[in-house]
């Protein structure tokens, strides 16, 4: 039986090749030429962008972690600028030259990960995962880092989807969940709290929110039912993402694995991946070629 950790590890080699839509120069640039200004305004832009022209009550309920301010501002004004076909064309463009980049090119080990990543974004379970389903409906490009990228993100969206009916089953709002994460030391407070939108105030009523069910300290640290509802977390996420993967035999999962590892190396190599996230990434084990 496949461990939970598999759907981790798998993780930490998909989501630097997505992430290069949001960090990257070339991306940046691409949303910039069609009119966005500011970091927020492409990102919201893009990443919602399978969505088409929701509302932006949509998004923040799908995204989870933003207050609903914070989408406002980008939307829905992000759509008198480009429309959403226009901005997926422009990500999907600019994350592929990034990659070329980097040095990826249509190699074996390139069509190898992505033939495998497309077999297993295919099949994932989409009931209840409504951004995967978004992205899942795009048509699928043919150029094979094209194709790595896209399954790429249908994997890592499909795992967010999980990871927020998680959170959601365990009572933990959107809000909650970044200072959850901040305290538990998966990514520092001085990254997340500007990048979600906390003033001292908005931060400090999470805390008190997460210390009323002691799952924090007065002191501001995990208590021991704070770590272990934290664990439950991050288990049930990995056990969820895990099942995205269930079309692909062990040997073909072995193969994705040690297709990735080299891929996932030069995009960290790259450097505009930076090594504090909000998805928490884990770089420690990118030596290990084998699943």
């Keep these: 039986m496949r461990q939970p950790r598999v759907a981790r590890r798998l993780f930490d080699r998909l989501e630097p090749v997505h992430a290069v839509t949001y960090f990257a120069p070339e991306s940046r640039a691409a949303l910039g030429e069609l009119g966005y200004r500011g970091f927020w305004s ?63 090119t249509d190699d074996e080990t390139v069509r190898t990960a992505a033939d495998l990543a497309e077999i297993a974004a295919r099949s994932a379970p989409m009931h209840g995962r409504a951004l995967f389903a978004a992205n ?57 709290a500007p990048s979600r939108d906390y003033d001292e105030d908005d931060w400090q009523e999470q805390l008190d929110g997460l210390a009323a069910r002691g799952l924090v300290d007065a002191g501001g640290s995990l208590t021991s039912a704070g770590a272990d509802l934290k664990a439950q977390i ?41 090594a504090a996230t909000p998805m928490g990434l884990n770089r420690d084990e990118l030596d290990d070629d084998a699943l």
């Design 42 to 104: 492409g990102y919201f832009a893009a990443r919602s962008a399978p969505l088409g022209p929701v509302p932006p009550e949509v998004v923040a309920a799908l995204f989870y972690n933003f207050s609903l301010r914070q989408v406002h501002k980008a939307l829905p004004a992000a759509w008198e600028i480009a429309t959403p076909a226009a901005v997926l064309a422009a990500r999907q463009d600019a994350a592929v030259a990034t990659l070329r980049r980097y040095g990826m």
């Design 136 to 192: 899942a409906a795009l048509p699928w490009p043919e150029e094979p880092v094209a194709k790595l990228w896209h399954a790429t993100t249908l994997l890592r969206e499909q795992r967010g989807d999980g990871h927020v009916a998680v959170l959601a089953a365990h009572g933990i709002g959107g809000r909650e969940s970044n200072v959850l994460h901040a305290v538990a030391g998966r990514v520092p407070r001085e990254m997340i």
């Design 234 to 274: 991050e288990d049930s996420t990995d056990r969820l993402a895990l099942r995205a993967f269930d079309a692909l035999d062990d040997r073909q999962l072995g193969t994705l694995f040690a297709a990735l590892t080299p891929l996932t190396r030069l995009v960290v190599a790259g450097g505009d991946v930076p």
